[in-house]
């Protein structure tokens, strides 16, 4: 079992806005020195109020949740600590707090650090609602998911105790969802509590059928019931319902995120697919088909060599052919994945894609590789 030793850490503001500033009337034992932590607080010093952090005792309830957790997480033996990222709310006070926890931890000489950092989480923030829910906890998941992709899964644990509620909630469902332990102190706790990793499976059937909306939510684009067309109604636990000019749309919300990038950390390349044996070059029969489309199959059958062959399909209901885009689809008791494609004049066509592997695994994170790949592309006649 590896050790961990990359620490994920949501942080919140309350030791400059709760504990610091208002000394020396706290419900707890003053430090030796506060007036001069006062002072440094006053005066936004923030390598003077780190050094002056450093002369109390590290789990003092004055040093803050952030400071408390990382300390005890090291002494009870939960990390091998290495690597240290804070992830601070797009405030004032959430980067201040984040100046401080970086110059203190940084000089923190005993613990042998590598990185310590912290990362401004863009729209996590309590001056907008909308923006905090659209944005701002979609964004920490997106931003935990580069870090754990950065140190790798096996190697990160969460310490989701700071921050505002709804944050703290969210990186502790995806510490879950993405196998990691999760740590959380609260204030009147002795001691901080786990979140084991739990042995749940996840089901990729969702994302492998909607494969193509998803591609485009993520982007943070806004889609109405028209534009979705056929979906499994599973799809909506995953997207949040927006009023826009007095038109109800979906995007992508905080759990999708979550789904996405556990999808992605578990998944970075596709689990059994390998090169295919006796590949078949994609030909059309007749010319009955978008300008475009044989160069485009070819292209996408030359550059990915676990694909066996492509084939055309039925291409009547030219209104469902939206542009490049790929989903798995039910055929009977099989899943088959199907691209469309449609040319500069709006003429469209299916076809099929067949891999080495389709397993259901497999079919998922092709269709998904494959839409983030090809989907933005213009049509190739236009090119």
């Keep these: 079992m590896h050790q961990r030793h990359a620490l994920l850490c949501t942080a919140g503001t309350s030791l400059l806005e709760t504990n610091l500033s208002r000394l020396p009337h706290v419900p707890f034992e003053l430090p030796p020195r506060w007036e001069a932590l006062k002072e440094a607080l006053d005066a936004g010093q923030w390598h003077r109020l780190a050094r002056e952090l450093l002369q109390i005792d590290p789990m003092h309830r004055l040093c803050g949740a952030e400071i408390n957790t990382v300390q005890e997480s090291i002494q009870r033996g939960r990390v091998a600590l290495r690597h240290l990222i804070f992830l601070v709310s797009d405030t004032e006070r959430g980067r201040q707090t984040g100046e401080v926890l970086t110059h203190y931890f940084r000089a923190r000489r005993d613990l042998h650090l590598q990185t310590v950092e912290y990362d401004v989480v863009e729209g996590l923030q309590d001056a907008d609602p909308k923006r905090f829910r659209s944005q701002g906890l979609r964004n920490l998941v997106r931003r935990i998911g580069h870090w754990v992709r950065h140190f790798g899964r096996e190697y990160v644990a969460i310490d989701a105790t700071g921050g505002y509620k709804a944050q703290i909630a969210v990186a502790v469902l995806l510490g879950q969802a993405m196998d990691l332990p999760v740590f959380y102190k609260h204030e009147r706790f002795n001691q901080i509590i786990d979140f084991p990793p739990l042995p749940v499976t996840f089901d990729w059937e969702v994302l492998a059928q909607h494969a193509d909306l998803l591609h485009l939510l993520v982007r943070g684009e806004l889609l109405s019931r028209d534009e979705m067309g056929d979906f499994d109604e599973r799809l909506l636990v995953l997207l949040n319902e927006v009023e826009v000019d007095g038109q109800l749309l979906y995007e992508l919300s905080a759990t999708g995120q979550v789904y996405l990038e556990a999808f992605w950390v578990r998944y970075p390349r596709a689990p059994h697919l390998t090169p295919a044996e006796n590949r078949e070059p994609p030909r059309l029969r007749s010319h009955q088909y978008p300008a475009g489309l044989e160069k485009h199959l070819y292209r996408i059958w030359e550059q990915n060599d676990w694909i066996t062959r492509i084939y055309a399909l ?70």
């Design 314 to 383: 039925d291409y009547s209901g030219q209104q469902g052919i939206r542009g490049v885009r790929f989903r798995v689809q039910k055929q009977g008791d099989t899943s088959l994945l199907v691209g469309t494609y449609r040319d500069h004049k709006g003429f469209g066509a299916r076809f099929a894609i067949r891999l080495s592997d389709e397993a259901p695994e497999n079919l998922a994170w092709a269709a998904e590789y494959l839409n983030r790949c090809y989907g933005d592309l213009p049509p190739e006649d236009s090119q």
